[in-house]
């Protein structure tokens, strides 16, 4: 008995070797950057608060920035907490 075209296409479909992508492997290790950034930029952040409440008057810059010094210390630490996110 005849097969039909049909059972032949399935045949010839399931015949087909199916390329299968490797997964990617996640990473163990950490980035060699993140760890000295991140506390670089909470340090600094940190440094740059206590300075500007101790002697902030005295140094012209922080003067002229007046209340912004606390926007850029907290800036910095809240930098520090982004970078920590990529420290696996």
């Known amino acids: 008995m005849p097969e039909s075209s ?9 015949e087909k ?4 992508k490797t997964p990617k ?11 000295p950034l991140m506390l670089g930029c909470w340090l ?9 409440y101790v002697a902030g ?3 012209p810059v922080m003067k002229d ?3 912004w010094n606390l926007l ?5 630490i809240a930098c520090g907490f982004v970078v920590s996110t990529q420290w696996i």
Do not use: C, H
């Open 44 to 52: 600094l952040g940190l440094a740059w608060l206590v300075v500007f």
């Open 17 to 20: 070797v199916k390329v299968e």
């Open 57 to 59: 008057q005295d140094i």
């Open 6 to 14: 049909s059972r032949k296409t399935k045949k010839s479909s399931a």
């Open 65 to 67: 920035l007046n209340n």
């Open 25 to 35: 492997k996640p990473r163990t290790t950490s980035r060699v950057w993140v760890a």
């Open 72 to 76: 850029i210390g907290m800036g910095l």
